[in-house]
């Protein structure tokens, strides 16, 4: 399975907690090619993050728009990192 695939899966687990460590894992693997690339995976991250505690703190009833959002900021990585999977060679 792709990065990409591997981290858009982690956007639908229910412990939140793992999801984003094994996120960060995986955006580790990625190549930094620019600085929008860095800005764009952090983005990401918080909006990962925001969405954990949105469904800690509200319940279920904002979950599908932060996902949604989420997906979007995660379609930018992807978008700025070349849109394929270039995880570095070790």
């Known amino acids: 399975m792709q990065i990409f695939d591997r981290i858009?899966?982690?956007i639908d687990a229910e412990d939140f907690g793992a999801a984003i460590e094994e996120t960060r894992a995986?955006?580790?693997q990625l190549e930094q090619?620019?600085?929008a690339l860095t800005h764009a995976?952090?983005?990401f991250l918080l909006d990962l993050m925001t969405l954990a505690?949105?469904?800690e703190s509200y319940g279920r009833g904002f979950e599908l728009l932060a996902r949604?959002?989420?997906?979007?900021r995660l379609a930018k990585v992807?978008?700025?990192s070349g849109g394929?999977?270039?995880a570095r060679q070790k």
């Open 33 to 35: 090619r620019s600085d």
């Open 84 to 86: 394929v999977d270039s």
């Open 26 to 28: 995986l955006l580790l």
């Open 8 to 10: 858009d899966s982690r």
């Open 41 to 43: 995976i952090d983005d």
């Open 78 to 80: 992807r978008l700025l």
């Open 68 to 72: 949604t959002l989420a997906r979007r």
């Open 53 to 55: 505690f949105i469904v």
